[in-house]
Every structure is written in C-alpha cells, then in structure tokens.
C-alpha cells in the first residue's frame, strides 16, 4: 500500500516525535488486546500465530477525521500510530527527538486490558499516540468524546528515561 498526499499549510505537518518537556500524552482509540501476529508474539516466544488485528475502516476514518481536525486547530504537537510493535514501541519512538531525547512518564493503571504484556505490545489498529500542551489536553479529550471515540490521556513528556506505570 502506498500513499501520496499534499498538505495544504506547513504548520500541519506533525511528526512522530515528543516536542518539549511537560506535553500532555494522550492515546487516541483502546488500549487493545490483540497479539496475533504480532512482533511480540514472534520476538519473544517465537511464534507466527494468531489472527492479525482486525480493522473496523468507519471507526479508522473517524479516528483519522478526528485526528486531522485536532492538527488543524493546532493541538497535536506529535503523533504517532500504535501499529508495529504496540503502544510501548510507538511511545518509546517518539521519545527519539532529533535535538535530543525526551523521557515520559506513562500511567496505565486505567487499561482495560489486564496482562502487562497485552497493554504494551498489542498491535490492535486505529490508535494514535499524541502529544499536547497541557492546555490544550482538555480540548483535545472534549472532541474525541463528542466524536464518541475512545481516548486516555497517559501522561507527560519530560526527564531522561522512559518510565512506565501499572496495576498490580
């Protein structure tokens, strides 16, 4: 599959990488639970198994639409897809700034999904990572609730190291 677009103003541009310390973390769509075929299944336990992560395309675009609008307005500052490798993957790749690198701070205690495992490496599709000014986290987790999308704001940008937080 290939893909060419234009994009009208250079200010939409919006690359995967954190911008600056105290940005808000948000994901856009579930934290997920599909393994199959997934680069954890097969990395860690050696396994081509499993059905591949479904995609519901009315839910795909209305994400995208959704995401587009929040570009538009100015409140993305990053985004990121959670597709190859999950969301541990997405979030530590935008943690790589080409002007140096930018720790996070990720609370998961609100996940759905209960196995450790299964919040960070899924690869369930239509979820986005995004960062934000801290004032403009409310607004952004406000459209995505009128749009009736699924949204969790994870936590902030700063510091030298990854760090993840979780349940049990």
Known sequence: ??????????E???TQYFKAAGDVVILLGTFGDEMGASHYLKIVHGLKAGRPPRIDSEHELA????LHELIRAGH??????????GLAVAIAESCFNPDGLL???IDLTGADTKRL???LFNETQSRI?????????DAVLQLLAQRDLPAHRLG?????????MAAG
């Open 12 to 14: 939409w541009i919006t």
């Open 63 to 66: 994400l995208h639409n959704a």
């Open 156 to 164: 902030t940008v700063g510091g030298g190291e990854l760090a993840f």
């Open 1 to 10: 599959v290939a893909m060419v677009g234009l994009i009208e103003r250079e």
């Open 76 to 85: 993305v500052r990053s985004a990121h897809d959670c597709s190859e490798g």
């Open 103 to 105: 720790g996070a701070t």
């Open 117 to 119: 495992d299964q919040i």
């Open 129 to 137: 990572v995004i960062s934000t000014v801290p004032e403009n986290a």
